[in-house]
């Protein structure tokens, strides 16, 4: 917690930069929920054109169809190439809905958002609009011009709240050129090995939205995953597993469970007792082709819901994805044949939703290309679990270090490349229970280092690193009032830093971001609900790359915005 000096520098600035994409249908009523990230880098030019897709209330908790679908043909006047298409989600609710709910959007059953929703403490209106790069998903939106459906879903598997929760789908379409800086699809967002969007999507999901529930696999540690069998086209050169993850129930804050070998029955512990470690993989007919540890996304109502109001946590808007390059792979994928394509999660409990999209770059001067895998080393995942339990109290650790390295070539008609992926993970995770339970702490460390290398002889012709760094640090007293509420005061540090380096033939770009948050404050709880709060949340978000520099830090306490500063340049402060 090194805030504070930055905290009492920041207070003499107070400064709110304009949205750079046009403002969503009015709504302007009641409180705005925000999610202070940096848009999207967009052409000069205002939107060739803004469609609304869909426009629908979910009335959660009711017994209804959670999904709503609708067929959409793309207007003849707003067709493809774009530069740049923004998904647009804007959502209203008249609370309160003490329970946050995850709610996801698909396109001909490609989802193209996971996304949840921020805590509604009072009665009172509150909106919030979520938006997202999903240049990256062209393939799928320019076959949207012959027709295809447009899916959302909000998740309604608890049924504790009569909220309603409006919802307004809309796409902004670009033309025109971009800075050279925001080429790279997916700008400002570093996650991704995504350059050009892909010729194909296919989507890792279930048939025709398993008829109102979702596109979505549901999966509860037994089994660990799910498959669907995928033909790829036989002149694939490049391949992007992308995997989208919420998780629920047990496993709703899984960053913070004990890891417990054995407890006594009627232990709250009992049924969160796996430990904070969770691997997020995929296989190629079975066999191990790549993996992540989640990033720990915080749902609103998962630790001091008092915290998130009106800044909500990291990545809760716009949850991310996890990619997986499957290009040294191709060689088993090319022969026109079915094969089974699997994602899963190591150590899950009830329950996960997943769903994934196979991205593919065809080389269109080929009908087929020819690949070979060069190396494969069975990775390496060396997990310690220890744990030391004395009734309720004690201490638990999970260990992890990995290590993988894959090499496979592809031969296409521009020329035979060998591309080697590489990754190092290193996670750590300490959770202890003190004074008879009345004190929790979680500490995680999560590290992951992605090299994915293209070379053409000796030449390397591409090279995308990627570093990310996640730490998490939660601490709760518990107060009990026997047979009343609980007064929990909780303390909660969460980073996101990312660094991306990316090397096309002699075109270099590096990005970095820098997301933070520090919260601190009291809830008081009962039956599992916040009642009543107080809470300070200090959020500091910045992009750089080597053209451009954004910086955005947002204090809020008790509910209301206290300091809100953005700088296009960076200039106005210094780094903390
Ligand atoms: C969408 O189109 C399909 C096939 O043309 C049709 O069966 C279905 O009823 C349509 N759905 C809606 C909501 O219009
Ligand atoms: C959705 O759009 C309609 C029409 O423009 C508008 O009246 C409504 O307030 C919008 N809802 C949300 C949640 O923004
Ligand atoms: C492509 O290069 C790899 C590694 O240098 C080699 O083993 C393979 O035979 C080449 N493939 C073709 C079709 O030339």
Redesign the pocket.
Known sequence: MHLQPLLLFLQVFTLVLPSVVPD????SAGLELLDPTLPSELPAQTPKCTV?VL?HAFAVGVASLPMVSINYTQPPDCSAPWTRVVLEV???ASGPARKHRVAAVWLDGVEILRTSTPPLLTAADA?WRVQKDVTRYAAILNRLAGGGTVSMIVDNSAVDLAAVL???VSFHFYRGELSASSKHTGHPSVWGLYREPADLVIPISRERGSYGSGFWFQISGNPQAVAAPVTVPRNTYRAVLEIFVSYHADDESWYMNPLRFTYNAGDVAASTANGGFRQLYATVDGRFVGGHVPYAVIYSSSINPYFWSPVTAIGTFDIPSHDIDLTPFLELLLDGRPHELAIGVKDAQKYWLLSANLHLWVDRWSDAVQAGIVEYTTPTLKVNRNAQWHNQDGHSEVDAEGQLRFVGWVSTSKGNMTTTVRQKLRFKSQVSVHNRGAVRQADVVNREKTTVTTKSGQRTVGKVQLLMEAPLQVQTSVVRVAGGPTFENTRLSHQLQETAYVKELSEVSMSTLSDRQEAEGSAMVHEEEAQWGIASTRSYYKYTDENSCYLRTVNAQEGAIKVDMASRSCSAISDA
């Open positions: 969503a249908p009015a709504s609304a426009d804007a959502m209203a909106f409006a919802a307004n």
